[in-house]
């Protein structure tokens, strides 16, 4: 074959890569500019994005974030798998913020709320407040001239049984942890050895709320001990110990706590286990005035629940416990008995005997919406007694008296 053929041969054997090859090469040139540009834009796009979530999360949010958090306890998003993009039949309602991240969305889908979590971040969704059985009742929008936060209260004069002050007060309502006042009221009169051991077990462990105490489970302590930390420090498992080694057992316990009830004349009383825990345990405040009044005569009662702090020794550890009513501890406040409470079926709930203004009173606040509100209340009724209800003041001389009717 001569040699020009052959080169013509190979040329045009060669030729088709050398066109994917210089097409390629265009395609390339036309492209990059393009690229670079997409590239360019994104952050700007990115950034127009964020500008927008921040704008619509300012406002409050009905969700906390937690970065890292654990899941345990809590209503939990898993991770988003679509980085927070919204599909067909969605509508951003919120935008979750940790810091400066967006870290969340919640969405509408098809009526269903989808909660999209970026950055690998947990969203806790508070669920609603569980409304106090007072609240349920409508017993909140009761008016009273003192202006108090608890829907049920009760003033009354020790030693006359005068009423100076009355809201709701026959309503029958959980009482929390003031029933450890009755709980401390029968160990006391029983009295069986103080320095007797005790060991905490699984059964005093909180199953009703799942409240933590720092007595765990084979800890050991006197029934004095535990006696004075159920009733300075409203310590569940304490109390629950009590009744239970008691003699006859937690049932026998706790039916006695009924019969002193019905001794005491507290016909709107009623208990189902000794540390207040279940919402069963409901009363009056009528009803818990006889208590403390009761509660008052005795001295170990009277001692351990104003006791404003206390120390015990539980293995090689020393704990230290105080009072959970910040008012034993106040100069303005002579205070006989008293014992704090709260679930949230019951509300925050205080009942004392106080000496204001020369006399003896013993106040009962149930179901105040707010975590100080009981102190707040009591304070407000102190003040308004020592204005009007002093001893020699004539408006005592006239017997006053203020009443809700409930």
């Known amino acids: 074959m001569p040699e020009a053929r052959l080169r013509r041969v190979s040329s045009q054997r060669f030729l088709p890569a050398f066109k994917f090859i210089a097409v390629a090469l265009c395609a390339t040139a036309f492209l990059l500019p393009g690229a670079q540009a997409a590239k360019k834009e994104k952050p700007a796009a990115a950034k127009t994005a964020n500008a927008a979530a921040s704008k619509k999360a300012k406002g409050p949010v009905p969700v906390e974030v937690k970065r890292n958090a654990s899941a345990k306890g809590a209503r939990t998003a898993a991770v988003a798998q679509r980085g927070g993009r919204a599909e067909k039949n969605e509508k951003v309602e919120k935008v979750v913020r940790g810091g400066r991240n967006v870290v969340a969305t919640i969405r509408k889908k098809n009526g269903k709320t989808v909660v999209a979590v970026q950055r690998r971040s947990v969203v806790r969704v508070e669920a609603p407040a569980r409304q106090s059985f007072g609240q349920m009742a409508g017993l909140h929008g009761t008016e009273d001239v003192l202006d108090l936060k608890s829907s049920v209260a009760l003033v009354i004069d020790q030693d006359t049984h005068e009423v100076l002050f009355s809201k709701n007060d026959h309503a029958v309502l959980p009482i929390a942890s003031l ?40 800890s050991t302590l006197s029934r004095g001990e535990l006696l004075h930390l159920a009733l300075m420090s409203s310590e569940n498992r304490a109390a629950h110990a009590l009744g239970r080694t008691y003699p006859g057992g ?14 005491l004349g507290m016909k709107d009383t009623r208990y189902v ?29 009277r001692s351990l629940s104003t006791s404003p702090e206390y120390q015990v020794e539980v293995g090689n550890r020393v704990l230290q416990f105080n009072t959970t009513n910040r008012l034993v501890k106040s100069p303005d406040w002579e205070i006989g008995v008293q014992k704090t409470g709260y679930i949230s079926e019951a509300g925050q709930c205080l009942v004392m005997q106080a000496k204001v203004a020369g006399r003896k009173l013993i106040m009962v606040f149930l179901d105040s919406a707010g975590k100080f509100s009981r102190i707040a209340d009591a304070e407000r009724v102190r003040r308004w007694v020592e204005a009007t209800h002093s001893i020699g003041s004539p408006a005592a001389s006239r017997a006053a008296s203020y009443q809700v009717a409930g």
């Open 179 to 218: 029933t450890k006042l009755m709980t401390g009221l029968l160990i006391s009169e029983a009295h069986l050895p103080n320095d007797e051991l005790i060991t905490i077990t699984q059964d005093d462990v909180d199953t009703e709320k799942g409240s933590r105490s720092r007595l765990t489970v084979g």
């Open 250 to 263: 937690l049932t026998t316990f706790v039916s006695i706590m009924n019969a002193k009830a019905k001794m």
């Open 273 to 301: 286990e000794p540390t207040g825990l279940s919402s069963r345990n409901q009363s009056s405040a009528q009803d818990l005035a006889l208590l403390v009044n009761a509660a008052y005569s005795d001295a170990t009662v």
